[in-house]
């Protein structure tokens, strides 16, 4: 069973048509969630860490939402060179390594 | 802005060879990291290493797999004896804190003929 499930899949948004991506979570204890940013043929890039419930973080046209159980990936006004791979990700109190989704192919048509 | 790196971008390998894929982490971060990605599929954890000592590693880090930090700022992964399996983006990571965000270099990626 996951523990991180990322949806959608995939997702194809015009230029400028706001949407959010979701990353749910079962973990035993969260430490910290992770958004990345994969472009193709290359590592996660860092974009946000959350560490508690209600917290929220912005950078540009991303904001980022954490529940006890989700998350939000929120994408205002995207443009389309915010077309990427997002990756969630999972920082459980056991351990140190982070779980990740299998991410969300995000797709802005000009 | 530091940055990970990592060497070589990409490496061809025949099956059962040796491969040693290296990187350098951010030169004030302590933990440091291997993770794999199989085309199409997800970022898997393979090991973790902290004062020159595994600290974890999966079911996928079996015997023939290991990692050194030769001097103050590499970090390497050996493959001792490849297979087609193997074949894979392969990610080092690095943090100052296991609080912290955890940084990717830009990835090697490996073939296994």
């Known amino acids: 069973e996951d523990q991180v499930t990322q949806s959608p899949e995939a997702l194809r948004l015009q230029e400028g048509e706001s949407s959010s991506l979701n990353c749910s979570y079962t973990?035993?204890?969260?430490?910290?969630l992770f958004w990345y940013r994969q472009d193709p043929g290359k590592g996660p890039e860092f974009l946000f860490t959350?560490?508690?419930a209600g917290e929220e973080k912005e950078k540009e046209r991303l904001k980022a939402t954490l529940t006890k159980k989700e998350s939000f990936l929120h994408i205002t006004a995207p443009k389309p060179e915010d077309s990427a791979t997002y990756l969630c990700?999972?920082?459980?109190?056991?351990?140190?390594?982070?779980?990740f989704g299998k991410g969300t192919r995000l797709h802005i048509l000009p | 802005e530091p940055e990970v790196t990592q060497t070589p971008s990409h490496q061809v390998t025949q099956m059962g060879q040796e491969v040693i894929l290296r990187c350098v982490p951010i030169?004030?971060?302590?933990?440091f990291y291997w993770y794999r990605q199989i085309l199409g599929q997800k970022v898997e954890f393979l090991v973790s290493?902290?004062?020159?000592?595994?600290?974890?590693k999966s079911e996928i880090f079996d015997d023939q797999f290991s990692v050194e930090r030769p001097d103050g700022s590499n970090f390497t992964l050996k493959i001792r004896s490849t297979k087609l399996e193997d074949s894979a983006m392969y990610f080092c990571a690095s943090t100052r804190d296991t609080q912290e965000t955890q940084y990717f270099g830009p990835g090697t990626r490996l073939l296994v003929l």
């Open positions: 290493f902290y004062n020159n000592e595994i600290s974890e």
């Open positions: 990700a999972v920082l459980e109190n056991r351990d140190d390594k982070i779980i």
């Open positions: 959350l560490y508690s």
């Open positions: 030169s004030n971060h302590l933990y």
């Open positions: 973990v035993s204890g969260l430490r910290g």
